[in-house]
């Protein structure tokens, strides 16, 4: 899919966001957090912003298991590999969940689009695929 420089670049949210770790304990990790239009990147320092990871739009399925305790919110977001990766924020401030998801939607909708325009392309391309389907209509 193909973006101009500008979409790739637009910063939707930045802030912290708690993950848990992978570990057996599962300690919550305070991490900075950028969100864009094609993905989340993480990182473990607010300082230092070199060390991060950068978890792509096109690679999350969905975010699920939303969960509202008293001071948090807590959410999943589940990976095209079906791998969960679990956060948390806090429930005064506009909660990460609800701005992820509709980044994703965002993201899928550009990408429908795109695709709808590449195969219309493409079928414009070979006049004779459309004179068959001409010939096929009722």
Do not use: H
Request: one cysteine or more; proline letters at 1%.
């Amino acid at each position: 899919m193909k973006m101009s420089a500008a979409e790739i670049s637009q910063v939707l949210k930045e802030g912290e966001l708690e993950k848990r770790s992978d570990n057996l304990l599962q300690f919550w990790k305070r991490k900075t957090c950028v969100l864009t239009t094609d993905s989340l990147n993480i990182y473990a320092d607010t300082q230092k912003r070199s060390k991060g990871k950068e978890l792509k739009l096109q690679s999350i399925k969905k975010v699920d298991c939303v969960e509202r305790t008293g001071k948090f919110v807590y959410f999943t977001i589940v990976t095209t590999d079906d791998k969960e990766i679990d956060f948390r924020c806090s429930g005064e401030e506009n909660c990460w969940n609800a701005v992820i998801t509709m980044a994703l939607i965002d993201f899928q909708n550009r990408k429908a689009i795109q695709d709808f325009k590449t195969r219309q392309d493409n079928e414009s391309a070979s006049p004779g695929q459309q004179e068959r389907r001409m010939a096929r209509a009722p």
